[in-house]
């Protein structure tokens, strides 16, 4: 792993220094490191794929830790970014450009080295799936899974992707085929084509076509052996889709009331939020820790996972991840804690919603059912005109270009767009988006005046939100 770290402080960058030695001693590993006393230093350094992992100071003078991620990020879109600060008011804004986590100073090594560990991990199984090239403008990244076919014109590679991009680089044949030998989906049909038979539609006798139209050449000589391969590719492949298709169907949840997992420790939580969920036709099935939720949740169907967040042994926030690697049952957080940076972790680790416990009762279920019929509905996107809401990946588009709005933005512009021309109190807002006592509206207008700003300056041909005159905000899609 090739990590970077930025921070205008001496006396922190030591520090991250002997911690990232003393982790490497404990794992037995060596990463190449490089440490950087200030974000322009840093900038001028990058060219885009040199790093891995970056630890940013989000505080220091000049360019701060943001702005350096989102040029960092035109460069380089899949570095994982931890910012470091004594403060966490920082932590929504860092989200809103990738933030893999958001570290408090003072560093201690058992955060650190269980952030190292686990992106450790994620890159190793991320390079598993990837094809990382080098040539002379940098690092080039190519997910097998997109790859469609590789064509080799005069000294040029160029890389063929499902979504119609070509990228070409300045590479040999002979390392790109030593790559793709070790996978089983992809074949040589020519002595200038690599394809992936994921993509494979027909097969004729001197052609490959490709479920995108794309004509592949076959040469004589490997004629039979392409025919061969791709038919017993693709019975396999069928096969699979069968028993996958099978344990779906034994993975469906029955007709009736929706099914509610409640993981909680504290009976009275438990015993409070029963009652509610109950006197509205829900099944609830509680547990006290989080280990007997992933039991649960691996043997029967739920409509939603309501999980504590401060639970025994690992936090909801690890069970989620967990959980996470083999269901995608929607999960709502449930905590007394109120911290923007601890509702920020939330999402990162896979939740849906994050409610907190001083949420009246007919303000939880309302979330709670707006978020099952979200998922049940399978509604990943909505979109207006040019402008496109990514549910699933919590963004929004602007004729392709992602606003980079903080998660309270993004939350904002989502509840009032769903029921539009509904126009919405400050109050509202505040009670749906935060969850929070009423403030008097300081937060939501502050919010709310960036969340403008963004939508204007990406589209002034028309104002998707409008202010109604004591009475609050509405959204105004585009005819």
């Known amino acids: 792993m090739r990590i970077a770290v930025c921070d205008d402080d001496e006396k922190e960058l030591s520090r991250f220094m002997e911690l990232i030695k003393e982790y490497q001693l404990s794992r037995g590993i060596t990463h190449d490191c490089r440490y950087f006393r ?84 994620e890159l190793r199984m991320q390079k598993e799936q990837e094809l990382v090239l080098k040539d002379r403008k940098g690092i080039v990244r190519i997910s097998f899974s997109e790859l469609e076919y590789v064509e080799v014109i005069n000294k040029t590679v160029s890389f063929h992707l499902a979504d119609g991009e070509v990228r070409e680089v300045a590479v040999t044949l002979a390392e790109i085929e030593e790559k793709l030998a070790k996978r089983q989906e992809f074949i040589k049909t020519h002595r200038s084509y690599l394809i992936n038979l994921n993509y494979v539609q027909t097969v004729e ?149 994050y409610i907190t416990k001083d949420t009246p009762a007919e303000l939880f279920w309302t979330k709670v059912k707006t978020r099952i019929r979200l998922s049940a509905a399978d509604r990943t996107q909505l979109c207006f005109g040019p402008l496109l809401l990514d549910l699933a990946g919590h963004r929004a588009l602007m004729d392709g270009k992602d606003l980079s709005l903080t998660p309270a933005e993004f939350d904002i512009l989502w509840r009032i767009s769903e029921q539009a021309p509904h126009v919405f109190s400050l109050e509202e807002i505040s009670g749906m988006v935060f969850g929070m006592p009423w403030d008097g509206g300081q937060m939501v207008q502050m919010h709310m005046s960036r969340l403008r700003r963004k939508l204007e300056r990406a589209w002034d041909m028309h104002h998707f939100i409008e202010s109604v005159w004591g009475q609050g905000y509405r959204f105004v899609p585009p005819e």
């Open 205 to 353: 006798a001197s052609r490959v076509v490709t479920k995108s139209g794309q004509n592949i050449p076959v040469s004589r000589q490997r004629r039979n052996r392409v025919q061969e391969v791709c038919m017993r590719y693709l019975l396999e492949a069928d096969a699979a889709d069968m028993q996958e298709a099978e344990a779906v169907k034994k993975q469906e949840r029955p007709s009736g009331p929706w099914r509610i997992l409640l993981v909680d420790d504290d009976s009275a939580d438990r015993a409070y939020y029963t009652d509610i969920l109950k006197s509205r036709g829900c099944i609830v099935q509680s547990v006290e820790s989080g280990r007997d939720a992933l039991k649960l949740a691996a043997d029967k169907p739920y409509d939603c996972i309501l999980l504590d967040v401060m639970i025994p042994g690992e936090d909801g926030f690890a069970i989620c991840e967990d959980l996470r690697k083999f269901s995608d049952i929607p999960v709502i957080f449930l905590s007394c804690m109120t911290e923007p940076d601890q509702q920020v972790k939330g999402f990162s680790a896979g939740g849906i919603e």
């Open 38 to 121: 200030s974000s322009t230093e840093f900038l001028c350094d990058i060219r885009g794929g040199e790093y891995d992992l970056v630890l940013l100071d989000v505080i220091m003078p000049g360019i701060n830790g943001v702005e350096v991620a989102r040029e960092l990020r035109e460069a380089d879109k899949n570095v994982k970014l931890i910012f470091v600060s004594s403060s966490p008011e920082f932590a929504l804004e860092s989200y809103s450009v990738g933030a893999y986590y958001y570290l408090l100073k003072p560093a201690d090594a058992d955060p650190l080295f269980s952030l190292l560990d686990k992106a450790v991990g």
